[in-house]
């Protein structure tokens, strides 16, 4: 049985400055270059916290291969004039941009975390993010809900979804159960904008929970193997066969996109924390360049708000 096309070879129009703009393959950040686009990305600052617009790519937690967030926080807070103490409160994952809220206070970042468990609670979700979706999900809105777990599949460790987990392996923290809301925000051929709010926390929820729909999100070259298609109809492969590859699109994403499926390894990934809910603010985080000029590409609306 056919699986999803892997793209021809040919030169779209348009495709070397399309790669240009997503910035993949670029060399490495330098540390004070690094630094001034943190500086420049502060989308919002009011006493003790800051949060800044991260780009896609960019660690938060350190790494000793490269650079980090959280290893330029001591001369970050020193540009920005907040206490040697920041620390990271909230942050989109490396591969995605979005929101990242820092904290100079302790005693600030114990209420925040307080407020977020309360909402979570009242299952409400303090963070908004938005995805371009490589399909359409059948519904216009609804939940996932569904157990996850962190599984080693061949030499890598993976997030795994669990349909059914028991009482047991929830008990003993095995496996997770994980909830997010989702709404289409506007469709094309072949692709969608998609809102998407997390009740729970759990490693690449997101990424996973939009495969379950049969809609890996756009650059997402971790879990969107697992999604194939049969004449033109997506399916779930099983976990195990489906190891994580450069993302195959069809040929008219790939044509609208103006890249070739070699190209595609360019592709960064479009999952972005646009929105994160504080007491007494919302702070929002404009999406990054690349992100805007897939929509006008796709034909998604490039209008980002809250619905």
Wanted: proline share 9%.
């Amino acid at each position: 049985m056919p699986l999803q096309p892997q793209g021809s070879g040919q030169q779209v129009a348009g495709a070397p400055s399309r790669v240009r703009v997503l910035g993949k393959g670029r060399r490495p950040w330098k540390r004070q270059e690094l630094l001034g686009l943190l500086e420049a990305a502060v989308v919002y600052h009011e006493g003790p916290l800051v949060a800044i617009n991260k780009p896609p790519g960019l660690a938060v937690t350190s790494s000793p291969e490269q650079l980090s967030l959280v290893s330029l926080l001591p001369d970050l807070s020193q540009r920005l004039r907040l206490p040697d103490e920041l620390h990271v409160v909230k942050a989109a994952g490396k591969e995605g941009s979005g929101v990242v809220l820092l904290s100079g206070c302790p005693g600030t970042t114990q209420q925040l975390q307080a407020f977020f468990t309360q909402l979570r609670r009242a299952r409400r979700s303090p963070t908004t993010y938005y995805a371009v979706t490589a399909g359409v999900p059948a519904a216009v809105e609804g939940e996932i809900c569904t157990g996850l777990t962190l599984e080693q599949v061949g030499e890598l460790q993976l997030v795994v979804p669990v349909a059914a987990p028991s009482h047991h392996s929830v008990k003993r923290k095995e496996v997770r159960k994980t909830m997010t809301c989702y709404k289409i925000l506007g469709t094309a051929p072949h692709c969608a904008l998609v809102q998407l709010q997390p009740v729970t926390a759990f490693p690449s929820q997101l990424l996973v929970h939009l495969t379950l729909l049969l809609c890996p999100a756009l650059g997402d070259h971790m879990y969107a193997a697992r999604v194939g298609t049969v004449l033109g109809e997506p399916f779930l492969l099983p976990v195990g066969s489906a190891v994580p590859r450069t993302q195959v699109l069809g040929e008219q994403l790939l044509h609208r996109l103006g890249l070739t499926q070699q190209q595609m390894h360019h592709l960064p990934l479009h999952l972005h924390l646009h929105q994160l809910l504080l007491p007494t603010h919302v702070v929002t985080a404009p999406p990054p360049p690349f992100f805007l000029q897939t929509l006008r590409l796709l034909g998604l609306p490039e209008c980002l708000s809250v619905l």
